[in-house]
């Protein structure tokens, strides 16, 4: 079993950054692909981007692509999107998200994962 927790959430103007954290216990992250979705208010989740387990490959969704990057440090047990040129769309919660060790391949849907994290509010001011 894999327990997520995300922070770095909160308040920021358009056109500013964050940094979101993913931090995992319960075991080790090395051996899970992760990926971040979001989701605003009567919209449903979608994929913002993934990362396989050793890092080395990373995907992401059309609306953040050139803006976010996602990473991984294994030995921290934690994945970070960095999101730069926010803009208020991208307000929504932010959730990060594990597939189970034996699921290697990267996935851009929500029943793809396994393990879920209680999501982080992000808030973009015009």
């Known amino acids: 079993q894999v327990q997520l927790v995300e922070s770095g959430g909160g308040l920021v103007q358009a056109g500013g950054s964050l940094r979101l954290s993913c931090a995992a216990s319960?075991?080790?992250?090395?051996?899970?692909?992760m990926g971040w979705f979001r989701q605003a208010p009567e919209k449903e989740r979608e994929f913002v981007a993934a990362?396989?387990?050793?890092?080395?490959?990373?995907y992401y969704g059309d609306s953040v692509k050139g803006r976010f990057t996602i990473s991984r440090d294994n030995s921290k047990n934690t994945v970070y999107p960095q999101m730069n040129s926010l803009k208020p769309e991208d307000t929504a919660v932010y959730y990060c998200?594990?597939?189970?060790?034996?699921?290697?391949?990267?996935?851009?849907?929500?029943?793809?994962?396994?393990?879920w994290g209680q999501g982080t509010q992000v808030t973009v001011s015009s």
């Open positions: 990362i396989t387990r050793g890092g080395g490959t990373t």
């Open positions: 998200a594990a597939r189970k060790e034996t699921r290697t391949a990267l996935s851009t849907s929500p029943p793809g994962y396994d393990y």
């Open positions: 319960g075991r080790t992250l090395g051996t899970n692909v």
